[in-house]
């Protein structure tokens, strides 16, 4: 496993980051049936320890906090507090209260307790917005974050999916301030949404902010063949945004060239990932074992100029999405 700093911080994270979206209880709240309990997501949280990938993500929405339940419970029984960097989010409703969703200086109190609650730990290493809240004033946001890094309840701030503007904003108000800065931007990006490239990532170079990617694989288009489905393809409905044909000649560039150099789709598709000199660790939501050794393997995948060229050529510009 390699390791690098996130952003122009001083915290070190695996290059490969374990997203747990995967993992929950289907039988509570809004966790979708695809999800991993327990015992399912036991053998990839022993592998992910195996393999050295330390930084681990999830979010107080995914499976209605119960992924959150999971994974502190997975610290506690395979690994050590110390030796995870702990991410986690805050914006999605977690109930219909005014505490409940959103960046209010409210709801971020109020969330970052639940989350600590169900995570089982006194603090998290690196907090996110999960998306931008237009309703907030930002200086708001801003010193409730600030305050809980202050409080000790939280080591570093991120931030996830929106507009550059919006995050420029964001860093101006707390330079502004002197309020803590996002030292990362969860954002989405792979060879089938690129659309980051045109502003996005010019940004967080200037501002030393490191990209986490969330969906590197496309939730998976990318690591098989063209009309090949699963079951989680098939139900999710974030997954059905990369169903359209004009996502085709992509996915049948990265298995020409995964099948000319003998290699798995999804470490190609990783490894394109990987060249972003922004890029810090793409965040990989693995459900069966190959797929975190798929991830890992990216890491010494090389690919050539004209590897590159022929992944890159396909793609045609599209709407961002998952800003919303």
């Not at 029984?77 to 969703?101: I, N, Q, W």
């Not at 801003?142 to 202050?150: G, P």
């Not at 489905?229 to 020409?256: C, F, H, I, L, S």
């Not at 990932?273 to 890029?279: A, D, E, G, H, T």
Request: some cysteine; charged content about 25%; glycine content about 8%.
């Amino acid at each position: 496993m390699d390791y690098t700093r996130l952003g122009s911080s001083g915290l070190k994270v695996s290059r490969i980051a374990l997203g747990c979206m995967s993992f929950g209880d289907a039988s509570r709240g809004r966790a979708p049936e695809w999800v991993l309990d327990d015992d399912a997501a036991a053998p990839i949280f022993r592998q992910a320890v195996e393999l050295g990938i330390t930084f681990w993500d999830t979010a107080n929405v995914y499976s209605s906090g119960t992924s959150e339940e999971i994974v502190g419970r997975a610290l506690r029984t395979y690994t050590r507090r110390e030796d995870v960097v702990l991410a986690t989010k805050v914006f999605f409703p977690m109930h219909d209260g005014p505490g409940g969703s959103g960046l209010s200086r409210k709801a971020i109190m109020e969330q970052i307790d639940a989350s600590l609650t169900r995570l089982g730990t006194d603090y998290v290493d690196l907090y996110q917005i999960h998306r931008f809240d237009p309703e907030t004033p930002v200086e708001e946001t801003m010193e409730a974050l600030h305050d809980v890094v202050k409080a000790g309840k939280v080591r570093y701030l991120g931030a996830s999916s929106m507009w550059a503007w919006q995050l420029a904003k964001m860093q101006h108000a707390a330079d502004v301030h002197g309020w803590t800065r996002f030292v990362s931007m969860q954002n989405q990006y792979s060879l089938l949404q690129r659309e980051e490239e045109r502003e996005m990532f010019g940004l967080l170079a200037d501002q030393g902010v490191g990209s986490i990617p969330w969906s590197p694989l496309a939730k998976g288009r990318l690591a098989r063949p063209w009309g090949t489905e699963t079951k989680r393809t098939e139900t999710d409905a974030m997954g059905r945004r990369y169903v359209g044909e004009e996502n085709q000649p992509v996915v049948d560039a990265v298995q020409k060239v995964a099948e000319s150099r003998g290699l798995a789709m999804a470490q190609v598709a990783l490894a394109w990932v990987l060249k972003n000199p922004s890029v810090v660790a793409p965040i990989v939501g693995p459900t069966r074992d190959h797929h975190l050794a798929d991830a890992v393997a990216a890491l010494d995948v090389h690919l050539t100029d004209e590897e590159i060229a022929a992944l890159e050529a396909p793609y045609t510009p599209r709407l961002p999405s998952g800003y919303e």
